[in-house]
Structure formats: C-alpha cells, structure tokens
C-alpha cells in the first residue's frame, strides 16, 4: 500500500448537496480530484436502497487507505444511511459536511492516516467558520468557543494570525 495513496471520500446529502460540494471542490482545485464520490439523497428516496448504493460507493473508493464519509446533518435521513457504514473497516463518519471540511480533507488525504485526516476535516470545518467584520484578513475573527484560536478580536489575533487560519482554511 502506497503512501499517497489517497483516501476515498463518500459525500452523503440531501439533495442537491453533496454534488454541489463536490463541484464546488472541482471549481476550487481545477478538476476533478479523483477518489470522491456523491450521493445525493432525494426526498422521495428509499432509504435502505441509498444504503445500499452507499455500500458499493465505499467499496469502489477503497483504494487501500480507508473512506471518509461526510454527510450534512446529524439525525436527518442522509446521516442515518451514513451511519449504517461507520461499523465497516476503515471507514470514518463526520457530520456538519462544508466546503471548507471537504477542501481540507482533500488536501491532506494522500499524506495522512485515516484517523488524523479526520481531524483536519474537523478542525477545516471549525476554522472555516468566522465572522466577517471587512474584507481585510486581519478584521477576520473566529467565533467564540469555535474553531482553534481562543481570540475574538482582530487587535487579539493579529494579521499573521488571521493570514495563517485563512491559509489553513484551503
């Protein structure tokens, strides 16, 4: 098994969602990033044949290295499909998909382990939440209580700082 090998990613979502997340990845990066899959759940659809066709997904995007799953909304139907993949091997479930989680979890899936990408999809997902005072990096500030830094004010945190959560972000 190849080190760069990359992690297979499973976007699993209310419909129109997790296609377009994976556009938006795909507009980001330049193409297609290869190894991440859709499925988008429909109102009308049954959820034991979506577990289904989530199942084949995982299994085709295995290349060795495991399947993150991402999906939307803990407790809705997407997640409860996800969650019926979550006691396979090598396969970890994150809910609260974003674009920022999912363009983390791309970045580092060809270098880390399955468990530590894991982590930077999460910490993608609470930096990439911020309030907006201007367009100028250093004005940015995280939210209390999320994400890594413990500042909520821009004198607090400083445009370097500001600059390295912004970079962190992609």
Do not use: W
Request: glycine share 10%; net charge negative.
């Amino acid at each position: 098994m190849e080190k760069t090998t990359p992690i297979g990613i499973l976007l699993i979502g209310h419909a129109p969602l997790p296609s377009a997340l994976l556009a938006c990845a795909c507009h980001v990066f330049g193409s297609d990033p290869g190894g991440v899959a859709a499925l988008d759940v429909p109102p009308e659809g049954d959820p034991a044949q979506l577990a289904g066709a989530a199942r084949q997904a995982v299994a085709a995007l295995d290349a060795g290295r495991g399947v993150l799953v991402l999906t939307d909304l803990f407790g809705a139907t997407p997640s409860n499909i996800a969650v019926q993949l979550a006691n396979a091997p090598d396969v970890e479930v994150l809910t609260g998909m974003s674009l920022p989680m999912l363009l983390r979890a791309l970045t580092y899936r060809g270098s880390l382990s399955l468990e530590v990408l894991v982590e930077k999809a999460t910490a993608g997902a609470l930096a990439g939440v911020m309030k907006i005072a201007s367009t100028a990096p250093q004005n940015q500030t995280q939210v209390p209580g999320v994400g890594p830094s413990t500042s909520t004010t821009p004198s607090q945190d400083g445009a370097a700082n500001a600059l390295a959560r912004l970079r962190d972000q992609q």
